[in-house]
């Protein structure tokens, strides 16, 4: 049996329907890129009070993202001015504001925080707790309102990242999210 699809099938309608949503998708994510080449076209930038660099990186092609997982090992494959990156600490109010007046974070994007499920700990990419009291935290702190740690799911690596949101609060997104960005941070030599 032969399926002939014409304009007047509801699969070629969908179909054609799809494509146009997908190209608007990738216009817009094109656009979004574009504004974002600013911060990146210029290199890194400095932020003096603790001399690390920050930059924001787009995940390769139109459509894409990647996970945390993906992002925190990316992040740690760059390099500037002899510094190995990492994903971003913004473990402060004045951090916080930095990067939102250099970068466009209105995609969702990776920062270097995970909420550890056994234990219910915030841990920075460096290693380091995140006990100092500052957050930026969506109402909903989840994206999709479910706390994976307690539901479980499959794939669930024992953690929940973390991520801007397009509203630059903090969201946890799950193992299994997708972000088209992430923010990678170049720290100052240690004495």
Request: overall charge positive.
């Amino acid at each position: 049996m032969q399926l002939r699809l014409t304009w007047q099938t509801p699969a070629a309608l969908f179909f054609a329907l799809f494509l146009c949503a997908a190209a608007t998708v990738q216009a817009s994510a094109q656009s979004t890129e574009t504004s974002l080449s600013q911060p990146a076209a210029t290199g890194p930038v400095l932020y003096e009070p603790t001399g690390s660099y920050f930059e924001i990186v787009s995940f390769p092609g139109a459509l894409a993202g990647g996970r945390w997982i993906a992002a925190a090992a990316a992040a740690t494959h760059r390099t500037y001015k002899g510094r190995r990156g990492r994903l971003a600490k913004a473990d402060s109010a004045e951090i916080h504001k930095f990067l939102i007046r250099n970068f466009d974070l209105t995609g969702y994007t990776w920062l270097g925080l995970r909420y550890i499920c056994p234990g219910r700990v915030l841990v920075w990419s460096d290693g380091r707790r995140h006990d100092n009291g500052f957050g930026v935290w969506d109402r909903h702190w989840t994206r999709d309102g479910r706390d994976f740690c307690v539901i479980g799911t499959v794939g669930e690596r024992g953690y929940m990242p973390i991520a801007y949101s397009p509203k630059n609060t903090w969201q946890a997104l799950g193992p299994n999210k997708f972000a088209k960005y992430y923010l990678v941070e170049f720290p100052a030599p240690k004495p």
